[in-house]
């Protein structure tokens, strides 16, 4: 529930097509003790991949906490985890949803952060069909807003539509 606690400061974003960023679904509020039973209850159903034969691994626990995020902040009625190993989740609507959660380097790694490279990756799942949920909670600001930025500026407008993104950006209209 870690990850839980570590997404409560953050929202869902949309980048619009001229350049600003609007929230999807709810504001934040702290989880409720209801709400965190419910998560647990679900957490395993969730994490689960069935590309890796249903094993559960901290690449998964970090996609079920954007589930259960995008369901608490009432950007989804309920999401399920996606049977054939494509896309991490279904929504209600039938649309497949990938999870791609960056991260930023700990200090003195000999490796940096690349935007261009996340956008890479997620143009081929758009490119696959797939929407995606962008998580940006593992990324210092700085990665962060150049991640925001380059993604405003080399998305389509459709390309904009298809993806959500869990941060703690300022919201710019």
Known sequence: MDRLN???????????????????????????????????????????????GEKITEAGLDEAAVALTAENLHVFTRLEREKTGGAEFKAPDGSSWDVKSPLSPPPNQNWYYSPHHHLDKVRKDLDQGDNVFLNLTRVTEQDRDATLDLFSQELSCDEKGRILILSDAPVQR
Do not use: N, Y
């Open 6 to 52: 570590t997404m409560s400061s953050h929202r869902f974003l949309r980048l619009g097509c001229d350049g600003s960023r609007t929230v999807v679904g709810a504001e934040q509020d702290p989880w409720t003790d209801k709400e965190i039973e419910d998560a647990h209850s679900r957490i395993r159903d969730l994490a689960g991949d069935p590309a890796r």
